[in-house]
């Protein structure tokens, strides 16, 4: 059985779509019954990565599951992810496919990464069958950097960002979950080449047509 977490989410729920559509079996670990994607023949399980127990129940030995990356700060991430990781090696599960993002480590500059690489750690100490999907900043979440007046303020300067497809990440999520030949591995989903706040205000404003524009 292949789990899926966060699978009421918007990247959650495009990988067990994913999976759904390639005729896996699937179990939907969603906080919420309500909200769990409507698939035929999935099965769905209430549990929350706060909560070993309902964890515990949630994941069974030989399972393959999709982790998704909680949204909580730093520190509250990582208890969060220790959680989960402890009840998967608990249950025996065969295989955790964890979404990352670009750069993690203990050095990165950005605190998510650092949040990140710890949790891949964690998962190479864990005796667990692993992989790690890298993503940058979502591409259908650009007009996000923009506000009302479609100006982007941030103080990038001249950095440079590399952007991931929520679709196609989930298509790597469900390759790795369902081929052989990725354990241990690190993977890079990102769409090239990286742009600078002032590039990615043009190109939002040439697929829009509105007029969008970098004031640092």
Same mark, same amino acid.
């Given at each position: ?20 559509? %390639?005729?896996?079996?699937? +179990?939907?670990? =969603?906080?919420? *019954?309500? #909200? &769990? ?6 099965? @769905? ?31 509250? %991430?990582?208890?969060?992810? +220790?959680?989960? =990781?402890?009840? *998967?090696? #608990? &249950? ?6 964890? @979404? ?117």
């Amino acid at each position: 059985m292949i789990v899926v977490t966060g699978a009421s989410g918007h990247l959650g729920g495009l990988v067990a779509r994913e999976l759904a559509a %390639r005729g896996e079996p699937v +179990r939907l670990v =969603v906080r919420d *019954a309500g #909200r &769990a994607p409507a698939l035929d023949g999935a099965e @769905v399980a209430v549990a929350d990565f706060g909560d070993p127990d309902s964890l515990d129940l949630a994941l069974h030995e030989g399972d393959r599951a999709f982790m998704v990356s909680m949204h909580q700060g730093p520190d509250n %991430r990582i208890a969060l992810h +220790r959680s989960f =990781v402890d009840a *998967a090696v #608990r &249950a025996g599960v065969a295989h955790v496919v964890y @979404v990352s993002c670009l750069g993690a480590g203990p050095d990165a500059i950005f605190s998510h990464g650092r949040s990140h690489g710890a949790t891949e750690e964690m998962l190479r100490e864990s005796g667990l069958g692993w992989t790690s999907i890298r993503n940058g900043m979502y591409t259908d979440d650009i007009l996000g950097w923009f506000d009302p007046d479609g100006v982007a303020r941030e103080t990038g300067g001249d950095g440079r960002m590399s952007f991931s497809y929520r679709p196609e990440l989930a298509k790597a999520v469900a390759v790795t979950l369902t081929e052989a030949g990725h354990d241990g591995k690190v993977s890079d989903v990102v769409t090239p080449p990286p742009v600078d706040l002032g590039e990615l205000a043009r190109i939002a404003s040439e697929v829009t047509g509105r007029r969008y524009s970098y004031e640092p």
